[in-house]
């Protein structure tokens, strides 16, 4: 999937818009659908292995949000994801992550003694 050279203008002016300070909440749309600062930050801090943001850390990673963001809107264009295979792999990995959460006895614990708040 070739990106557009229309983004590839885009990608640096948003990064230099977004560390010069301009609290502008919307960073780039892909089809009609904002991506705010809030959810690239977000998205940044996860994946950030550790080490202090750059300038040229954030530019890095928005252009990989931008590219990830393009990729899944083509994807739900194609349909792929009614899929039959995409909506099991999809429930295996629901099942997964539900089974982590009812196996943590740390949680559960705190769930059931922690007094009820009326």
């Keep these: 999937m070739s990106i557009p050279v229309k983004t590839l203008f885009l990608a640096p002016t948003l990064v230099l818009l977004f560390l010069s300070g ?7 749309t892909v089809d009609h659908a904002p991506v705010t600062k809030e959810e690239f930050l977000k998205a940044y801090n996860k994946n950030n292995t550790g080490q202090k943001p750059t300038p040229a850390s ?18 739900y264009e194609a349909q792929l994801d009614t899929l039959p295979g995409q ?5 295996n990995f629901r099942s997964q992550v539900a089974e982590s959460y009812l196996k943590d006895e740390t949680s559960l614990d705190r769930l059931q003694w922690q007094p009820i708040r009326q």
């Design 22 to 28: 301009i609290s502008a909440q919307t960073l780039f």
């Design 58 to 75: 954030y530019r890095d990673y928005l252009e990989l949000y931008i590219r990830y963001k393009l990729k899944v809107r083509a994807a």
């Design 87 to 91: 909506r099991m792999e999809l429930q």
